[in-house]
Each structure stands twice: as structure tokens, then as C-alpha cells.
């Protein structure tokens, strides 16, 4: 074995313990933002916030006192108005996740220093794995996954370091992360190789970083719409004079406003659509260079126009009257579930061109 292929060895075997590490760094991270919702759910501003979201017949059962010149006059408490006449809700955002206590918000601060500390070992074993092979390190399903939770974690502390309220997408993101991880290591691991002719080529660097950007922020949409889904179904049952359980409530309240959670959300996608039309576009450009055609039927060119059909279709959505609020959500969840299959279906059940990135 000479030198550069004994250097190339070791810097594989680096980076597979530095990927390791993340994992367990992360797990600190999400014992911590457990924490950080528990003991936020003990908060004083955690029962106040259920104590308004009680009926109005309950709410205005305590008085309230206000203190005069000539003495003391006992109002009612203003009932606590979760729609408007118009129908539109007009819903504070919740503290978040800490529940606005000293000890919730220690435990999420450490989270999201244990998140930092994870995406940078997470990110060293990424880089180390490009130089084990001297090349983009996103030529298999494998190295595509640890790039791929790596780029939605970093998208994540940017809007954090962006002063966004977003720290609520804490928690989801690092166990999926985990979980993206740990299939990673287990089931999609390939050893460090070169790359089959077709992919000698610098679109690599260009087409596939856009498909995992895409897909990164993509996913912090998805996240943004799940949660929304549950919070507005949670005022509505408010509105229409219900009393959600404690652990709904718990969390629930917490949580942005469902008008603030689909606004995140659209944002997000809209933000991000254009350059996922530019990756597709770019894809099409390299097979012209690669196989002498822009389009061909292959399976992941179609999916990926599917892909785009399905958030171009959310986006109209988003436009149209009829189609604003769930309907559009469920339209971006679909969106989303058309993108993991064009990753894991495609590249795992389908043959194609593609099938040199499987496992």
C-alpha cells in the first residue's frame, strides 16, 4: 500500500469516528431540548397561557382589580378572543419552548450549543470524507445523507443566528438528524471510491449541492407545516369552545401562532423554489454533457419534475382562495414526500442512470 492510499485510508476511518461522535453529541442535544420542554411546561407563563385559553365563561368567573383615586373597583376579566368576527384568528405566538422560565431557557441554550458543537464534528467528518477521496463528497446515498442533515442543521442556525424565532424546530430536527444518521452508518455505508466516469464532471459540485440545499430547507418546511396542521387544529378547537388535554396544551400553547407556523412554512418554499427549478435545470444540462440528452424518462429526472409539479402546485395554492390554509399544507406535505422518494424510493426500488448513487 503506498503513502496516499494508506493517508486516504485513515482519512476515511476519521471521518467515520467524527460522524460517530456527531451522533453522540446530538443525543446530548436532544436529551437537553427534552428538558428544555419540561421543565418550560412547569413554567408560571405555561399555566397563565392555559388559564386564557379556558372558556370564557370560566374566564370571566375570577375578577380582575384596578386601583382608582377614591378606592378599589373590581372589573370582570375581558374575555380572551381567539378568532376575529372576520374569522381570521388574531393568536399571540407562544414563549416557546423554554415556557419563558430561567430553567427552560438554560436547558435550551445548551441544546443549542450541543447542536452547534454536533454540526461541527458532523461537518469535519463530511470534509474529512471529501479529502479520503479527493472529490464532492455526495457521489452515494450514503455520503448524500451525512451532507444532507449537516446542510439542514447549519440552515437551521443560521436563522437562528438570524435572531428568527425558530429554536421550536430544536427538538424535530436533531431526532431526525439522529435518525438520518443512524440509517446512514447501518444501512446506506459505502466505503470511499472514486467516482464512475459519468460523474467526472464539475456539475457534481454544482447540480447535487443544490439538491441537498433544496432538500435540507425543504425539510425545515415540512417541519413548519406539520406543526401547523396540529396548532391550527388546536385553535380551532378553542374556538368552537373545546378544552384540549393537558399535554396539548402544554405544547401546543407554546408553539407560534398557526398563522405564524404557515407563514414560516411558505416562506421557506417559496424562498428555496427557485433554486430547486435551477437544480432540475442544472441536471438537464449535465446529462446533455454525460449521456448526449437533456431529458430521457429516466426515473429520477421524472420524479424530480414531479417534485417540482408538486410544490409549484403549492405555491399556486398558497395564491388561490379556496386552497389557503390546510388544503395548501396538505399540497406541501405531498411536496416533500415526493422529494424523500425521489431520494430513498428512486435511488433504492428503481433502476435508472441514477443507480450508481445507491447504497
Given at each position: 500500500m503506498n503513502l496516499a492510499a494508506a493517508t486516504n485510508e485513515s482519512l476515511a476511518e476519521a471521518s467515520n469516528v467524527l460522524i460517530y461522535s456527531s451522533?453522540?453529541?446530538?443525543?446530548?442535544?436532544?436529551?437537553?431540548?427534552?428538558?428544555?420542554?419540561?421543565?418550560?411546561?412547569?413554567?408560571?407563563?405555561?399555566?397563565?397561557?392555559?388559564?386564557?385559553?379556558?372558556?370564557?365563561?370560566?374566564?370571566?368567573?375570577?375578577?380582575?382589580?384596578?386601583?382608582?383615586?377614591?378606592?378599589?373597583?373590581?372589573?370582570?376579566?375581558?374575555?380572551?378572543?381567539?378568532?376575529s368576527a372576520a374569522g381570521t384568528r388574531d393568536v399571540p405566538d407562544g414563549p416557546g419552548a423554554a415556557g419563558g422560565t430561567f430553567k427552560g431557557d438554560l436547558y435550551g441554550r445548551i441544546a443549542v450549543s450541543l447542536t452547534v458543537v454536533a454540526f461541527l464534528v458532523e461537518a469535519g467528518g463530511v470534509i474529512t470524507r471529501a479529502l479520503s477521496v479527493q472529490r464532492a463528497?455526495?457521489?452515494?446515498?450514503?455520503?448524500?445523507?451525512?451532507?444532507?442533515?449537516?446542510?439542514?442543521?447549519?440552515?437551521?442556525?443560521?436563522?437562528?443566528?438570524?435572531?428568527?424565532?425558530?429554536?421550536?424546530?430544536?427538538?424535530?430536527?436533531?431526532?431526525?438528524?439522529?435518525?438520518?444518521?443512524?440509517?446512514?452508518?447501518?444501512?446506506?455505508?459505502?466505503?470511499?471510491?472514486?467516482?464512475?466516469?459519468?460523474?467526472?464532471?464539475?456539475?457534481?459540485?454544482?447540480?447535487?449541492?443544490?439538491?441537498?440545499?433544496?432538500?435540507?430547507?425543504?425539510?425545515?418546511?415540512?417541519?413548519?407545516?406539520?406543526?401547523?396542521?396540529?396548532?391550527?387544529?388546536?385553535?380551532?378547537?378553542?374556538?368552537?369552545?373545546?378544552?384540549?388535554?393537558?399535554?396539548?396544551?402544554?405544547?401546543?400553547?407554546?408553539?407560534?401562532?398557526?398563522?405564524?407556523?404557515?407563514?414560516?412554512?411558505?416562506r421557506i418554499n417559496a424562498a428555496v423554489f427557485p433554486l430547486w427549478t435551477f437544480t432540475i435545470i442544472a441536471g438537464a444540462i449535465w446529462a446533455g454533457d454525460a449521456w448526449g440528452r437533456y431529458w430521457g424518462w429516466d426515473p429520477k429526472e421524472v420524479w424530480s419534475f414531479i417534485?417540482?409539479?408538486?410544490?409549484?402546485?403549492?405555491?399556486?395554492?398558497?395564491?388561490?382562495?379556496?386552497?389557503?390554509?390546510?388544503k395548501a399544507a396538505y399540497l406541501a406535505l405531498l411536496a416533500f414526500a415526493c422529494w424523500l422518494f425521489n431520494y430513498y424510493g428512486v435511488n433504492i426500488f428503481v433502476s435508472g442512470l441514477h443507480s450508481y448513487a445507491g447504497v
Open positions: 451522533m453522540a453529541v446530538y443525543t446530548l442535544a436532544f436529551f437537553a431540548h427534552i428538558a428544555e420542554w419540561v421543565f418550560g411546561s412547569r413554567s408560571k407563563v405555561g399555566r397563565t397561557a392555559a388559564a386564557l385559553s379556558t372558556s370564557p365563561a370560566k374566564a370571566s368567573a375570577a375578577p380582575a382589580v384596578k386601583a382608582q383615586a377614591g378606592g378599589t373597583a373590581v372589573l370582570e376579566r375581558p374575555e380572551v378572543i381567539t378568532r463528497p455526495w457521489a452515494n446515498m450514503y455520503e448524500f445523507s451525512i451532507t444532507f442533515s449537516t446542510v439542514a442543521v447549519g440552515a437551521y442556525l443560521v436563522l437562528l443566528a438570524l435572531k428568527k424565532n425558530v429554536r421550536w424546530i430544536g427538538l424535530p430536527l436533531v431526532t431526525t438528524v439522529l435518525l438520518d444518521l443512524g440509517i446512514a452508518v447501518t444501512t446506506l455505508y459505502t466505503d470511499s471510491d472514486q467516482l464512475v466516469p459519468a460523474l467526472h464532471s464539475y456539475w457534481l459540485w454544482i447540480h447535487v449541492s443544490t439538491a441537498i440545499l433544496c432538500g435540507a430547507v425543504f425539510y425545515l418546511g415540512a417541519v413548519g407545516t406539520i406543526l401547523y396542521l396540529f396548532r391550527d387544529s388546536y385553535e380551532n378547537k378553542l374556538a368552537s369552545g373545546g378544552t384540549p388535554g393537558k399535554f396539548a396544551s402544554s405544547v401546543m400553547e407554546r408553539l407560534p401562532s398557526a398563522a405564524s407556523l404557515d407563514k414560516f412554512a411558505y417534485t417540482w409539479v408538486a410544490y409549484a402546485a403549492y405555491l399556486h395554492a398558497r395564491a388561490t382562495a379556496g386552497w389557503k390554509g390546510r
